[in-house]
């Protein structure tokens, strides 16, 4: 589109809000997907310490954000499941929270640079039963359960997310309508810096840092700060601390292979591995306990060659963009980049709580989802989002279509999704909300190639 990424993200918000017909009183949020980013890598870095320091789980650690990486791994066989991260992606975490914390019925649609993303969301994880009870008409009352004594009837499978669509499918899309992509509208959520305070303490560019979620840089800063405060402990003097890490990747074969070393972290090797070659190289060395991949204790796996900012479902070569195919490449990580380096971005919610802009998760208490006590948690039924009084009517969504977002119109309040939003609904509902499930496919796909039924291998 040759525009800044903030610009691009007013339009697609304009887009939906000004230019898709909908029903009278019926609502349309656009939220960026950061929050929800910010909440899965946080919580991975956590898992990764906890295994870490307690050896209760097998490392390396692997993110499990990658659709195309875990329908990979599940036909692997189950001695890989167990290494993978038990968390959702940001998709998944979006659709959860939203639709536990708001709406169980409202339409949730993604936007991915992936078409695997379609693959994830109707997969046997990306559902939640809602246990809301059925309204009995008064001619039944009175009559007999047919389900049982105390069990609910109505209980109903709640996809988390209904529908994807791809970058390129959705510029299409807006290209149909209107050719100008005249539309513009503020996000409903707030778009938080990648790295607290702006630092980039590595040796590599922030594209690549953050282009698949920095899920690595996450666990690097978590392992490094409790490493820096266990020192302080032995020491006694916090003035000797390094106040902040630094990080040198070593580029192995090409950029897609990388390993991730930190001077205060000596026994920790954390890797990039981008693109199945890089998959299967990996996979092997684990399944044969080779040497150097036996060192790796975290892995920040993708199944596209430089990583999701490279993605299946990105727009490519035409006559809107002429360029080949590595030039847009490198002209998208030039526009990420800068998207992550403008103060302008940094969130209010962070700077309240005092942490600079920096994600701040660390205060979910995991062991809970552990302990039995989800049960006393009321995390079966979803508050219908009172309409009333969203911010969203009131900053005046539903006002005749308009192409711009109007220079007399009164401050808009904060926006309604961020990591604060997700903290609240997490602390309600429970961890338990934004856990996945893996299933181990192994022996149904030998079937399949048993049968020699090749299609059905297509994903």
């Known amino acids: 589109m040759g525009r800044p990424a903030t610009e691009a993200l007013r339009c697609v918000a304009g887009f939906f809000k000004h230019a898709i017909p909908r029903n009278p009183g019926q609502r349309v949020f656009v939220s960026d997907l950061r929050w929800a980013l910010a909440i899965g890598a946080e919580l991975t870095a956590g898992e990764y310490l906890r295994r870490r320091l307690t050896r209760a789980a097998p490392l390396p650690l692997i993110v499990s954000a990658c659709p195309g990486w875990v329908c990979y791994c599940e036909k692997q066989g189950g001695a890989l499941l167990s290494r993978l991260s038990p968390f959702l992606s940001p ?20 936007i ?37 004594e105390g069990e609910e009837a109505g209980g109903e499978k709640v996809p988390y997310t209904d529908c994807v669509l791809s970058t390129a499918e959705l510029l299409e899309w807006m290209r149909e309508v209107d050719e100008t992509l005249p539309w513009r509208a503020p996000l409903d959520s707030e778009v938080d810096p990648a790295l607290e305070g702006g630092r980039n303490p590595t040796n590599e560019t922030l594209a690549r840092v953050e282009g698949s979620g920095g899920y690595l840089h996450q666990a690097m800063l978590k392992a490094w700060r409790h490493a820096v405060a266990e020192a302080e402990k032995d020491t006694g003097d916090p003035a000797g601390s390094p106040s902040t890490p630094v990080f040198e990747y070593e580029t192995k074969r090409n950029r897609n292979h990388q390993l991730v070393r930190c001077a205060a972290l000596p026994e920790e090797v954390f890797c990039v591995a981008y693109g199945f070659q890089q998959i299967q190289n990996i996979v092997r060395g684990l399944k044969k306990n080779l040497p150097a991949v036996r060192s790796y204790t975290f892995i920040e796996m993708m199944a596209c060659p430089d990583g999701c900012l490279n993605g299946g479902g990105q727009i490519r070569r035409s006559p809107h963009t002429p360029q080949n195919h590595e030039a847009t490449l490198r002209a998208v990580e030039g526009v990420f980049e800068e998207f992550l380096m403008n103060p302008e971005h940094v969130s ?12 701040n998760c660390g205060d979910f208490k995991e062991e809970e989802s552990h302990s039995g006590n989800l049960a006393k948690k009321d995390s079966t039924e979803a508050p219908k989002w009172d309409h009333a009084t969203s911010s969203c009517q009131q900053n005046g969504i539903h006002a005749p279509a308009s192409t711009g977002e109007g220079e007399g119109a009164a401050p808009a309040e904060k926006p309604l999704f961020s990591q604060k939003f997700a903290r609240e609904i997490l602390e309600r509902v429970g961890l338990d909300a934004v856990r996945c499930v893996f299933v181990d496919r192994q022996k149904d796909f030998e079937e399949m190639l048993n049968k020699g039924n090749i299609q059905s291998l297509k994903w």
């Open 348 to 359: 209010g919610s962070c700077l309240e709580n005092g942490e600079g802009g920096e994600a």
């Open 91 to 110: 998709q998944g975490i979006a659709g959860s929270l939203v639709k536990r914390g708001l709406d169980a019925t409202c339409y949730h649609v993604s």
């Open 112 to 148: 991915q640079p992936c078409f695997d993303r379609k693959l994830e969301a109707a997969r046997d994880g990306g559902f939640w039963t809602n246990g809301t009870k059925e309204t009995v008409a008064p001619e039944e009352e009175g009559k007999e359960n047919e389900k049982g």
